[in-house]
């Protein structure tokens, strides 16, 4: 082996990694030297035993409501047509929350002791052995309900739609960008496999007003933590993937093999850019997921019954249900984390319901109810839901009261989220909303109490993935919601 050659082995990399300033944390690290094969038999990149492997995280955009989904007020019915301030709550509501809480962006006298109760839309009953009580907009989640772990007292600080970004980072819009779960699940962990990217991207982003691609970005822990956008097509998979025409896989490797030797020169010239490492690992990948990407997104490879599972068959289900079933797919093959959005509408949302809720969320459920159904159903009956922590969320919730006749307007105060599998305990309601489901009264979360809870399943204390020279707020790094964890 000439000493060139010996400057691109493993253990050259390793010595690399570990005398220049790039800004991986050790967890990281250990976990990049530890796919390389030359981590020690005793290293670990987790921080204790993890419960869950991969986390499938699905985003509602622009503020599903808690009070049609999966927290029903029936006192909504009782006082509807009253203003809140005459309902029996209206004035504990405004002396004790209104005036205290602190929202970015709201005005705490926006009319809300005026409005009048907006009732239910849609009717609830009890679901599963656990008698979790469910919309009917739900039919094929509900039937899950036993797997289930609502997060019913959730609080946000964002009003408007900035929220979107902020549930997903931990930190309000104004703050500037930072990273997101997705990103820390990935810098802490790394890929189960060198075949496929450690965090993927469905479903269209958040749009440019409430965040845009900053809800799947990295920031500063590096781009190659970022997520990578995937769609559910084998011939266009994902941008630049394939090959030029006519260009032969022998060709190239020796390209990239040239490209990796270039690359190596630079950052030892260069050896503060993390961008040189991002754009070597990036080259590479390609390269490895030309073939394997294809086959994973090619859903005619799953049999009749199990495509029906999904709504394949049915127009209004099918464009969801092929990133459901494409998600499974990819917790099979070992990705790390996948995120999916849906309802972008290139605005706030098509789950923003200002008006006509019952016919908006009555459609937008539809979409995505069976497939969600189908999902949690599918990796129960493969065994893999005991290992892959599922996440739906929004970014916050509707009013009790109602705005411009028949819908509800942005509600940061209290609302719902759920999980399944990954060690959670399932058939189970945490937290509480009042009366009128306006306020978080009882274990009241903030959205990075739910970033911590997913990273305790995967091992990983968040307080610990440290990076020099960057300091975590206290209410940025959460505390896992341990009353729900098996």
Not at 272 to 290: H, K, S, W
Not at 300 to 321: D, S, V
Request: glycine share 10%.
């Amino acid at each position: 082996m000439s000493e060139s050659d010996h400057d691109l082995t493993g253990i050259e990399r390793r010595t690399f990694l570990k005398d220049t300033g790039l800004g991986f944390g050790s967890v990281a690290l250990a976990a990049m030297l530890h796919r390389d094969g030359l981590a020690d038999a005793t290293e670990n990149s987790t921080h204790f035993a993890p419960q869950a492997k991969s986390v499938i995280w699905l985003f509602m955009i622009g503020g599903a409501s808690h009070l049609e989904s999966f927290d029903p007020k029936p006192s909504l019915n009782r006082y509807a047509g009253k203003t809140i301030a005459e309902t029996p709550f209206g004035n504990v509501l405004a002396s004790e929350f209104l005036e205290n809480e602190r929202v970015v962006a709201f005005d705490p006298n926006n009319g809300f002791i005026r409005k009048t109760c907006f009732p239910l839309q849609i009717g609830f009953r009890k679901r599963g052995q656990s008698g979790l009580e469910i919309s009917d907009w739900w039919p094929h989640v509900g039937d899950c309900a036993d797997d289930l772990s609502l997060i019913r007292s959730m609080w946000t600080e964002d009003s408007n739609h900035g929220a979107q970004l902020q549930f997903h980072t931990g930190r309000h819009r104004i703050d500037g960008f930072f990273p997101t779960i997705g990103s820390w699940a990935t810098y802490g962990l790394g890929s189960l496999n060198e075949n496929l990217p450690e965090f993927v991207v469905m479903g269209t982003p958040l749009a440019d007003c409430c965040g845009g691609r900053e809800a799947h970005r990295a920031n500063y822990l590096g781009p190659q933590y970022d997520g990578v956008p995937l769609k559910v097509d084998p011939i266009d998979s994902m941008p630049y993937l394939a090959p030029e025409k006519g260009t032969f896989v022998e060709e190239q490797r020796r390209q990239f093999d040239v490209l990796g030797r270039l690359n190596k020169i630079t950052s030892q010239r260069y050896p503060d850019d993390e961008a040189i490492l991002a754009r070597t690992r990036a080259y590479e990948l390609a390269f490895r997921m030309q073939m394997t990407i294809p086959q994973v997104v090619d859903l005619n490879r799953e049999t009749a019954e199990t495509r029906e599972l999904y709504g394949l068959n049915t127009k209004e289900t099918e464009p969801f249900g092929r990133q459901m079933l494409t998600a499974r797919r990819l917790v099979e093959q070992g990705v790390r984390f996948i995120q999916v959005y849906h309802g972008s509408s290139g605005g706030a949302g098509r789950w923003d319901a200002h008006k006509g809720l019952k016919s908006g969320h009555a459609r937008v459920c539809r979409e995505v109810d069976q497939p969600i159904g189908a999902l949690l159903k599918d990796l129960r009956r493969r065994g893999l839901l005991d290992e892959t922590l599922v996440v739906w969320a929004s970014e916050f919730g509707r009013t009790p009261g109602s705005q411009l006749s028949d819908g509800r307007d942005h509600h940061p105060y209290g609302f719902t989220v759920w999980m399944a599998g990954g060690g959670i305990q399932g058939g189970v309601a945490h937290g509480a909303t009042d009366e009128l489901g306006f306020h978080a009264v009882e274990n009241r979360h903030y959205v990075t109490d739910v970033h911590a809870t997913v990273l305790h399943q995967l091992g990983l204390d968040p307080r610990r993935l440290l990076v020099p020279g960057r300091k975590r707020l206290e209410q940025e790094l959460g505390q896992p919601i341990r009353e729900i964890i098996s």
